[in-house]
């Protein structure tokens, strides 16, 4: 049975989840907003920081190591007095009072009158031999972010639908050349988008292959090991990068009850990062946005945060409004 005084010590004024620079940015405002903060991390605090080596975009960190700034985002939540601890939020949901209940995998239930989801999302694998390994070797995900890494290089994109071919574009303003390699003849993206493709003297399209590995030695990737489709035959593409983009998926499954998402399973926020339930607010990664960057997942955080005190505040004045007309 649950007492009092375990109730209290289970219940915040928000609960954040996840705690990549989306969550850090947003507990360290909240903590610093006096409000009772508690951030739930499945794994590490930093979320895909930790699988970034160098990051050189960060403003006012002309570099710094993935890992680094994970800990200074940390250590400045925490000293904001935001909470954080390890465990993996299996449900949030809305119960009748307005308050939302978390549920996690070692089965502890907290509760708070708002939550701010910032779980971020998962880039879709190849899952072939090689990618964990050369990932950040040669191995991304995120054009923006590496492809400064590959000025003057040769370099494959693998992927056939929109973002495959306007990063392979944005991705020829650094590299020397650029392939496409898709399984299929033929595009999936937009005409448009295939039209600036084609266009593009840097990039030269493999058709028809699948990458059945990535190989390399110490300096990182050096080839990628491919399958005609068609014709069953064996290749083999000297580069030096591989950007994988066959999908990437939103962190949402723990969202109990409907809420507004687009095509692709991206939150859909107004501009105070409320999403379609109220109470419950999203930042970062799995929100529809025009770029992901940590620089937008501090920035929606900390609008998220700042909107949440006003929610707050606002629900505990129309709380008194009720209470005095009932006593009246
Ligand atoms: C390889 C790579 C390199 C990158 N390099 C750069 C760069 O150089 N510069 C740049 O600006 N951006 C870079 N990015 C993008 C940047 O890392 C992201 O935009 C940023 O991390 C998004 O922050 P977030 O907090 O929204 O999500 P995330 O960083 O993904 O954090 C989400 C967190 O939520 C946790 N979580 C998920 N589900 C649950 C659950 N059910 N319960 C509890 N916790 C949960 C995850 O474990 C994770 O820690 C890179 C991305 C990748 C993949």
Request: proline share 3%.
């Amino acid at each position: 049975m649950t007492d009092h005084t375990e109730r209290d010590a289970m219940t915040y004024d928000v609960i954040i989840v996840g705690a990549g620079p989306a969550g850090l940015c947003a507990g360290m405002y909240a903590g610093r907003g006096m409000l009772k903060t508690l951030i739930i991390e499945r794994g590490l605090p930093g979320g895909e920081l930790l699988n970034t080596e160098k990051i050189e975009d960060y403003i006012g960190f002309e570099s710094i190591l993935g890992r680094d700034l994970a800990e200074k985002m940390a250590n400045h939540a925490l000293k904001f007095g935001a909470e954080i601890i390890t465990d993996t939020v299996d449900a949030v949901e809305r119960t009748a009072d307005g308050d939302f209940t978390v549920t996690t995998a070692l089965e502890k239930v907290f509760r708070a009158p708002a939550v701010i989801i910032t779980a971020g999302g998962t880039p879709t694998k190849l899952g072939v031999p090689g990618e964990a390994e050369y990932a950040g070797k040669g191995v991304s995900y995120c054009a923006v972010c590496d492809g400064a890494f590959f000025r003057g290089e040769t370099i494959a994109v693998v992927g056939g639908g929109d973002a495959a071919v306007e990063e392979a574009d944005y991705l020829t303003r650094y590299a020397e050349k650029v392939y496409i390699v898709h399984r299929r003849d033929r595009l999936r993206a937009s005409p448009i988008i295939q039209e600036r493709a084609f266009k593009n003297p840097k990039i030269e399209f493999v058709w028809n292959k699948v990458v059945e590995a990535i190989e390399g030695d110490e300096r990182g990737t050096q080839s990628l090991r491919l399958t005609d489709t068609v014709t069953g035959d064996e290749s083999s593409l000297a580069v030096t990068g591989c950007f994988i983009f066959i999908g990437f998926t939103p962190n949402t499954g723990m969202i109990r009850g409907h809420y507004e998402h687009d095509a692709q399973g991206y939150v859909v926020t107004d501009t105070h990062m409320r999403t379609s339930i109220p109470g419950l607010f999203a930042a970062g990664d799995l929100r529809v946005q025009l770029t992901r960057q940590i620089t937008t997942a501090v920035g929606d955080a900390t609008t998220a945060a700042i909107a949440v005190e006003k929610y707050l505040t606002e629900r505990r004045e129309h709380s008194k409004v009720q209470a005095a007309a009932g006593a009246t």
